[in-house]
């Protein structure tokens, strides 16, 4: 007679919960023994071999670290290296930034973005009047809804993607926004949106800036790309200043895994910005303090490695030049990517249009592939892409390129009408 174990948590209670499909797919990939195979899921840089890129600023960074007498493994504050919080909160608002100056931001050192953003949704579900709901992007990174759920923080979406032009659904959008009860939390790329890699123009940024303002509306801006995307650093912080120049008060979640290539040291910060006014300085001290507290009952204090490493280089002007230069690298390096697959498709006469492959940014590219084309990608070329057709764009190089161009020109030939 078989003996069923004696649990509190039966499958009722705890039903077995779904495979992370992104993690699910690299498993898939590393399994594969094909010698042509291509990981084009995993959103991290890859050199043109497809080996994984130390930034040389990086490595200089920890040996001036390795070399530190004073270096040891105590503690860090609550609220992080503020070495590194301070140098992050300028990078991202510019040094000559009047909520900097006026003493109405503080910054959280968190667990990468990941971190920041689940922070900065705990604060508002237990701090923002009215409980409002929060509105991301249809699509959005994935884990935004899992973080905000996890806090009970109700959502929504707004159009984004156009699947007919492959870029922005930007009347849908302005549309929805303006739709959404007064004071709702809006969450936005500050560029490089992921999965799409579309970004609203400066232009488009000023309307929505104007509609968000309209509608009290706080912006919550999730930042996992400054630098990365388009090489320069000021460039890909545009909007995140111009809403602070146009007096919002906001949140910013930070990460320093994709531009320091830091991924698996997890450094990130969030960053808050009150209104201007005569209690500003009391307002961010209350809400610094409650931040403190949040951080304090989760992590205690954050992990000092990728944080030092980060703040060293952002703190030395001859280390910051190198870093930008780094930036520079691997952002060409992907603009040559996505000039080069569009050039072959054209030259193949793919079926279909391609200039969204050049007009899109960052890590990432919306295809446009059905879930149907990317399955049989799989089985038959053995190249591994999340099922919505978005690609990363650092899994293509000079060697494989031309392997993947032809066989999405396969894939598309035999599976159009």
């Keep these: 007679m078989s003996q069923s174990t004696s649990t509190s948590?039966?499958?009722?209670?705890?039903?077995?919960?779904?495979?992370?499909?992104?993690?699910?797919?690299?498993?898939a990939y590393r399994a594969d023994s094909f010698d042509k195979k291509v990981d084009l899921g995993i959103g991290a840089y890859r050199d043109n071999d497809a080996k994984p890129w130390i930034l040389p600023v990086v490595k200089k960074a920890e040996e001036i670290l390795r070399r530190d007498p004073a270096l040891n493994h105590e503690y860090l504050p609550i609220?992080?290296?503020?070495?590194?919080?301070?140098?992050?909160?300028?990078?991202?608002?510019?040094?000559?930034?009047?909520?900097?100056?006026?003493?109405?931001?503080?910054?959280?050192?968190?667990?990468s973005g990941t971190g920041a953003v689940h922070l900065g949704a705990l604060f508002l579900a237990k701090f923002y009047p009215g409980h409002p709901k929060v509105y991301f992007s249809n699509p959005t990174w994935a884990n935004h809804n899992q973080i905000f759920s996890n806090v009970s923080v109700p959502i929504g979406t707004y159009p984004y993607f156009s699947n007919s032009t492959k870029g922005l659904?930007?009347?849908?959008?302005?549309?929805?926004?303006?739709?959404?009860?007064?004071?709702?939390?809006?969450?936005?790329?500050?560029?490089?949106?992921?999965?799409?890699?579309?970004?609203?123009?400066?232009?488009?940024?000023?309307?929505?800036?104007?509609?968000?303002?309209?509608?009290?509306?706080?912006?919550?801006?999730?930042?996992?790309?400054?630098?990365?995307?388009?090489?320069?650093?000021?460039?890909?912080?545009?909007?995140?200043?111009?809403?602070?120049?146009?007096?919002?008060?906001?949140?910013?979640?930070q990460s320093f895994a994709k531009n320091f290539g830091l991924y698996g040291e997890r450094a990130g910060c969030f960053h808050f910005v009150t209104g201007s006014g005569s209690d500003a300085q009391k307002t961010i001290g209350r809400i610094a303090s409650q931040l403190a507290i949040l951080q304090r009952s989760e992590i205690s204090n954050p992990p000092a490695y990728g944080a030092r490493i980060a703040g060293l280089i952002l703190n030395d002007e001859t280390l910051f030049?190198?870093?930008?230069?780094?930036?520079?690298?691997?952002?060409?390096?992907?603009?040559?990517?996505?000039?080069?697959?569009?050039?072959?498709?054209?030259?193949?006469?793919?079926?279909?249009?391609?200039?969204?492959?050049?007009d899109q940014i960052g890590m990432f590219s919306f295809t446009g592939l059905s879930e149907k084309q990317v399955l049989e990608l799989r089985n038959v070329a053995h190249v591994y892409m999340t099922k919505n057709g978005r690609i990363s764009m650092a899994g293509l190089n000079t060697h494989n390129v031309d392997y993947f161009a032809k066989a999405v020109d396969k894939v598309v030939r035999e599976t159009q009408g």
């Excluded at 499958?11 to 690299?26: S, T």
């Excluded at 991202?92 to 909520?99: E, K, T, V």
């Design 169 to 253: 659904d930007f009347a849908g959008m302005k549309n929805a926004i303006s739709e959404a009860p007064d004071h709702s939390i809006i969450l936005l790329h500050a560029c490089a949106h992921n999965p799409t890699g579309v970004d609203p123009t400066q232009e488009q940024w000023k309307e929505l800036a104007a509609l968000l303002k309209q509608k009290s509306h706080f912006p919550f801006f999730d930042c996992a790309y400054q630098g990365f995307a388009s090489g320069d650093l000021a460039k890909d912080a545009w909007a995140v200043r111009y809403f602070i120049e146009q007096g919002f008060e906001l949140c910013i979640a």
């Design 9 to 27: 948590f039966s499958a009722e209670a705890v039903p077995q919960a779904p495979e992370d499909p992104l993690f699910g797919l690299m498993a």
């Design 79 to 111: 609220a992080g290296l503020s070495t590194f919080t301070s140098a992050a909160a300028k990078l991202i608002l510019g040094a000559d930034s009047p909520a900097i100056a006026e003493k109405r931001t503080c910054s959280i050192q968190t667990i």
């Design 321 to 358: 030049k190198e870093w930008e230069e780094d930036l520079r690298t691997m952002a060409g390096r992907i603009i040559a990517m996505r000039k080069a697959l569009r050039a072959k498709l054209e030259e193949m006469g793919t079926p279909g249009t391609w200039n969204h492959i050049t």
